[in-house]
């Protein structure tokens, strides 16, 4: 009989777990917005976390001590996490276009005009440094992977610190920012445009820090080798989706709305019209 190269899966309380916690999570937090008390978002909090935590010590086991994953069970993971990021791209997507469309037909409630007349937030200063912050952590990020394939694990684990520091800084610039930002998120649709993506990104930002630590822990300990480290890759990657997610979060909340770039749809048109016109003569 061939062997199959792939395990089977021990029967796991986690899934369900995650699942009901990740409800019951976005349950309280739409309470707490209506005015109920945070404690309740903070107990599904505690719950998602150690569901998530245990269900990931169980993959860690299986891989590392059990040698469950084999090539083509790699392989599986590594099309899953794909689709994870796809369907990320997906849910940023529907942000962007709650914020382009509010942006490009602006209408009566808006006074035709986007942004609204109120005090937007600055392209320069805080953001244009954590734009930097950002950006800055790309090269040391590949460069702890190639060290970590050329088994230079000092290498890998200093880089990754970088990139770890670096993140951290900009979490706490973003907090700072919008903590003393000049509107709230009941501002209109311009607040609400603003503050989800620019929020929404921070929490994968913490996300992806978290990713990167376990990564850094689980290379401490030695549980990578030069050909085995699907972690150390996922983390990467996935600090490379929140690197592009923020250049277009950059581009649309900041600069869209502060160096004059306010065009509506019709103006687009127009201009295209004319451009097209003038070079066909």
Not at 96 to 117: D, E, R, T, Y
Not at 169 to 179: A, D, K, R, T
Request: glycine fraction near 8%.
């Amino acid at each position: 009989m061939k062997r199959c190269p792939f395990h089977r899966v021990d029967p796991s309380p986690w899934p369900l777990l995650t699942a009901w916690s990740l409800g019951f999570t976005a349950m309280m937090f739409a309470q707490f917005l209506h005015g109920d008390p945070i404690w309740r978002v903070l107990v599904g909090l505690c719950l998602l976390v150690s569901s998530v935590y245990w269900w990931f010590v169980d993959i860690v086991t299986e891989a590392t001590f059990l040698g469950k994953h084999t090539r083509r069970v790699q392989r599986g993971v590594r099309i899953g996490f794909c689709m994870f990021l796809v369907s990320e791209t997906m849910f940023f997507a529907s942000f962007f276009w709650a914020f382009f469309h509010s942006a490009l037909a602006p209408g009566m409630a808006l006074g035709f005009f986007w942004p609204p007349q109120i005090y937007t937030m600055s392209c320069w200063g805080l953001p244009l440094l954590n734009t930097s912050l950002l950006l800055s952590t790309v090269c040391p990020c590949n460069l702890a992977q190639a060290a970590l394939k050329a088994a230079e694990l000092k290498t890998a684990l200093i880089t990754l610190g970088i990139v770890m520091i670096l993140g951290g800084c900009f979490v706490v610039c973003q907090g700072y920012e919008i903590y003393s930002a000049k509107f709230t998120i009941a501002d209109g649709i311009y607040g609400s445009c603003f503050f989800s993506l620019t929020g929404l990104h921070g929490l994968h930002v913490i996300g992806g820090l978290v990713f990167l630590f376990v990564a850094w822990n689980r290379a401490r300990l030695g549980h990578f080798s030069s050909a085995r480290h699907l972690n150390l890759t996922f983390a990467v990657w996935y600090w490379h989706f929140v690197d592009v997610i923020w250049i277009f979060v950059y581009s649309a909340a900041y600069l869209w709305s502060n160096l004059g770039w306010q065009w509506t749809f019709d103006d687009a048109f127009n201009k295209v019209n004319w451009a097209l016109g003038y070079l066909m003569g």
